[in-house]
Each structure stands twice: as C-alpha cells, then as structure tokens.
C-alpha cells in the first residue's frame, strides 16, 4: 500500500507530464501556424452533426457550385418553411402590408409597422407603394438599401400580394419588379429570376463569425442569390473573386460535409443588426463609425458591453466617476438570447395567465426536445417600446425585471415596497439615461432636433460620410420630413 508520501509525489509527477505535454502540444500549434496558413477546422461543431451545404435543387454546392439555399441545407432536419414563416425578424411588416396610412398608430404615409413599409429619418428613405406618382424605393432597391437589417425570408422571396418573386415577369410598370435606372432616373425592369432573391439566412445568426460585410455587398450589387452565401466568407467554405464565388473542396470532408461550427446566437450576432457589442475589455471601447446595423446605438445610445465606462475611450463628461459597466447583463454573462428567447423553447416556456387553469401554480407540461429542435419558434420574447412596432401581438411578452430578481430580499431602506412596483418601473432608476452617444437628425429647413438627453450627439454629416445612403426625399404632398 502507498504511503501518503509516495501517493503525493506520484501525484506530483503525473501532473506535471500532463502539464508538459499540453506545453508541448501548444508549442507545436504555434509553430505549425506559423509555418502554414490557417485552414478551415478539422470539424464542425462540437454537438450539431457535420451536413452539406444543399443548393436550390438539393443538390452539393461542391458539384454544383451555385448558391447554397438555407432551406434546402437547414431543411433536412428543421422544418425551415415553418421555421420562415413564424419569425417576425424575416416578415419584416409584409404580413401586415397594406395601404399607405392604413398601420395601427404608423404615420399617414407608412405601409406597414416593419422595416419593410416603415419609414426610416435615418436612411431617409421610402418604399414606395404601387402607383406612387414619384417612386423611391422599389421593392429590389429595398433589398439593396436596406437588406442588410433583414435577415432574409419574408419579403426577400414573397411579393406583397403573396406570389414568389421569382415567378414576377419583369417589369417596369411594375414596383415589385422594377429598379431606377441611374443614367435615366426612368424605372427598368427587374428579373428576380436572374438576381436570385434572400431566403432566411440562419448563417447570419448561428454562425461565429459571419461574414456580413460581404453579405452587405452581395445585396447592395443586387446579387440578392449569393448574398446568404457571402456571409460564409470568413469561413474558408467559398472564395470570393472578381469572377464570382467558388467553393472551396479543402474545407469539406471526405463525405462533402462542411466543416462549420453551427451555435447558438450570441450577443454579436444579434449586434449585427441591432446595435453596437463590444465584448473585449482588454480593448477601450471607442465610436469612431457607426453603421446602419447599430440601430439602437444610433437612436437611443444603447451599447451592449461588460466594460466600465470609465475604461472606454469616450470622452463622456465626468467619465471617471462612471465606474458602472455599460450593460449590467452583459457584466453578468447574460446573452441576448437569455431574455429575448424562443417562445416554444422548453426552458424558458412560460404558460400566460390567461391561458392556464385557476387551479394550476404551474404547469409542468413541454415540448419534446426533439419536437422543439424540429421546430424552433423564431417569434422571440419581447418588450414593448416606441420603436419596436412590429409584431405587437408579442409585445410583453418578455420577462420583467421582477420576474428574476427579488425586491423581498432587497430595498430594505425602500419603505412600501409593493405601492413603489406598482407606481414607478424598475428602469426608472436603474436605468436613468444611457451614456453613450446617439444620433443628431436635420430638418430639410436647416433646424435640428437632439433625440435623448445625452452627453454626445454624432451629427448627421458624418454618418452620411461613413457610407450610409444619402437622403432622397420623394416629392409626394405627404412626404416626410426629417426630425
């Protein structure tokens, strides 16, 4: 039998030769690194199935080398049309199109409470509806200007009257099918049958590192089929040349499996189209451009980021005293999809009120795993706010405040703690302003008009120098008017 000496020292020596293989095998990384480019991973994903990337026809990208189709590759185990049409990220307002004045508390000349019918004083463009006399977007146009907020599907690939816009005839007449020529200023037919149109890109979501500048391009070129493909670009899966995109066979496996991590969304995926992340602390957070994606950076100043204000490279107003991180819940390790999650997701599925039995505390009662893997609802919780028009049916249906955290063990100096919850919001002082900078809007007539008390407002003229599209106002006797 072992003494406890000999044991410790045993010990001792078997940890260390662990140690220094790891050392070793580190070592050897390195190097071979250095001495050869980074290739794509061996594998894909840890968990999710190695698959191939399926065109249109179902058939590999590899033989084929045309576009992949998110439907067709995601389709063969998720039910990607029912995945499509149940996300309101990808109807974007067309479900709810209509005539212009007709959306529930819009404005007289907007279409529908989405991106896709809802007038923007950022971009300053309009999607005009069929027979408007002055056209300013049509519906290509839309997809090129401001496509790269829409995460495919819904209007990308139906016409507002529900027909596929690949079986559209061209036409000029036509605003669903029609484009400005830029020499002319006169519309010229479109042929989506050519362009191709934008599925649901799941790339764009649950991938590390998408590629959403190329993706960006791809749409602003009009080249609306490769678009789902260019964000894989980062991947090593497809290389983009002046010629086109062509796939790379060295970065799938023997059986034509693509080596792609597949994951859950993360805060910079969602960052892409909502708002600035920032997620490195060892780097000062600094806004020297913001782009169309940072959404709610641009128009309330949200920053999404776990780093003190005081260690950023702002230069905010008495920044050294702001010792708070930016995001309390990203400090905390929270990502986004923490409370904007599935509404059919077992763990978090919450049973409403008014749906469950006045005799029931609690419903036990989920979805299989595999029913919900099959079938994940992309109609994510959320609040309820100015901005947020689309899908109001959903609105509150996120978690409050007091749904995690406890005033009971809390707020001892607080008196009336119950009279206080029902008369002020948490936020009001929890969050009693946001420091970063947002937006500063022109009137055509020259005044300005600051949004939010903020210690900064980005100008205008800047952001336009930054690559965003210049303003183009319609001439119709209702057009609106930058505030």
């Not at 439907?71 to 709810?96: E, K, N, R, V, W």
């Not at 027909?163 to 020529?181: F, K, M, R, W």
């Not at 950023?312 to 702001?322: A, D, H, P, R, T």
Request: net charge negative.
């Amino acid at each position: 039998m072992l003494t406890s000496r000999k044991y410790g020292f045993r010990l001792f020596m078997i940890i260390t030769a662990v140690v220094l293989m790891g050392i070793l095998a580190a070592v050897g990384d390195t190097l071979a690194q250095d001495e050869a480019p980074i290739a794509p991973p061996e594998s894909g994903s840890p968990i999710h199935p190695t698959f191939p990337l399926l065109d249109a026809n179902g058939r590999n990208v590899l033989d084929s080398q045309a576009p992949v189709s998110t439907m067709q590759t995601c389709g063969a185990c998720h039910d990607t049309a029912f995945i499509a049409s149940h996300s309101f990220h990808a109807d974007a307002g067309l479900g709810d199109f209509g005539a212009a004045g007709s959306v529930t508390n819009g404005r007289a000349w907007d279409t529908s409470p989405g991106l896709f019918g809802k007038w923007s004083p950022l971009t300053y463009r309009y999607l005009s509806p069929q027979g408007d006399v002055v056209v300013d977007l049509t519906t290509p146009e839309w997809l090129q200007t401001l496509g790269a907020r829409h995460a495919g599907g819904g209007p990308a690939i139906t016409s507002r009257t529900g027909q596929p816009l690949v079986s559209l005839e061209p036409d000029a007449g036509n605003v669903e099918t029609a484009v400005t020529n830029p020499a002319t200023g006169q519309l010229a037919a479109w042929d989506w049958a050519e362009s191709g149109v934008v599925e649901m890109n799941c790339f764009l979501c649950h991938t590390p590192q998408p590629d959403n500048a190329a993706r960006t391009a791809a749409l602003a070129a009009g080249q609306f089929g490769w678009a789902n493909t260019a964000t894989l670009a980062q991947t090593g899966l497809i290389t983009g040349t002046v010629a086109g995109w062509t796939w790379n066979a060295a970065a799938f496996d023997a059986a034509g499996n693509a080596r792609l991590t597949v994951q859950d969304p993360t805060n910079e995926n969602c960052g892409a189209c909502h708002g600035l992340v920032h997620m490195d602390n060892a780097t000062p957070l600094t806004l020297n451009e913001l782009a169309g994606g940072d959404f709610s950076t641009l128009t309330t100043g949200q920053v999404m980021s776990p780093q003190k204000i005081s260690q950023s490279g702002l230069n905010i107003s008495g920044k050294n005293e702001l010792a708070r991180s930016w995001d309390i819940h990203t400090e905390r390790v929270l990502q986004c999809t923490d409370c904007h999650y599935s509404l059919n997701n077992p763990i978090y599925y919450q049973e409403a009120d008014a749906n469950r039995p006045d005799y029931l505390v609690f419903d036990p009662r989920r979805i299989d795993i595999g029913e919900y893997l099959n079938r994940p609802l992309h109609q994510f919780a959320k609040g309820n706010s100015a901005q947020g028009t689309l899908a109001p049916e959903l609105d509150n249906s996120l978690r409050r405040c007091e749904s995690c955290h406890s005033i009971e063990a809390t707020h001892n100096w607080l008196p009336y703690k119950e009279a206080h919850l029902t008369a002020v919001s948490c936020e009001s002082c929890h969050i009693a302003k946001l420091d970063g900078f947002a937006e500063r809007w022109y009137a055509r007539d020259g005044l300005s008009r600051r949004r939010g008390q903020h210690h900064h407002a980005r100008d205008a003229h800047h952001r336009l120098s930054a690559g965003a599209a210049a303003p183009r106002r319609s001439q119709r006797p209702d057009a609106p008017r930058a505030l």
